[in-house]
């Protein structure tokens, strides 16, 4: 007589106590995964609140800082513009005896023989007009110009006879370039 073994229920409690622990297992890998993710995810969060309070702590200041900026742009428009005029002033106090200066050269070249009728400065350049009983006058105005240290390059633009006058008498027209002191100055440094 032969014992016989009954296997069947000792695998089938096998195979169910198998696929028990594989469905813990997986149900555990599920949790942890879950659990994983949500921690990094809180993580991440954490970050970028942190993030998103820093920003807000920067655009608070950036906010507190525009009356101060706006502050600091008039001053610098008004600094310039103070600058502009401490330039002009400085200009025409240089220039102040220049004019002067100017005129006197002018008397000096003219020499009483002729009669300047018109005196004109834009940007540098001087333009006479005058009355002079004939030519030789006007030449010898022309020489005391080249002469004069002021009065650089007069050219002579034009002699129209004046026969209401007398049939000697011309009118003229010279135009020069003027050299200021502080302009010898600079010509002279290059």
């Known amino acids: 007589m032969a014992i016989q073994f009954n296997l069947l229920p000792w695998r089938e409690e096998r195979r169910a106590k198998l696929a028990k622990r594989n469905k813990t297992s997986l149900i555990a890998a599920l949790i942890l995964g879950v659990l994983g993710g949500l921690g ?24 507190a800082l525009e009356p101060q900026l706006k502050e600091k742009k008039a001053l610098d428009a008004l600094k ?46 001087v333009e006479i007009r ?8 006007i030449a010898a105005f022309m020489k005391a110009l080249r002469a004069s240290d002021w009065y650089q390059e007069p050219k002579l633009i034009e002699i129209i006879s004046n026969r209401d006058l007398g049939d000697e008498v011309k009118n003229f ?18």
């Not at 990094?40 to 906010?63: M, P, T």
């Not at 005058?130 to 006058?137: F, P, R, S």
């Open 80 to 125: 310039k513009k103070l600058n502009h005029q401490i330039d002009a002033i400085e200009a025409l106090q240089a220039d102040r005896a220049s004019v002067t200066h100017m005129v006197e050269e002018l008397s000096v070249a003219n020499n009483q023989e002729l009669f300047l009728t018109e005196f004109g400065l834009r940007d540098g350049s």
């Open 40 to 63: 990094y995810y809180g993580y991440e969060k954490i970050r970028l609140d942190d993030h998103g309070q820093a920003l807000s702590l920067i655009e608070s200041e950036n906010r």
């Open 173 to 190: 027209s010279v135009t020069s370039q003027l050299l200021l002191p502080g302009t010898v100055k600079e010509q002279g440094g290059n």
């Open 130 to 137: 005058g009355v002079a009983e004939n030519d030789t006058q």
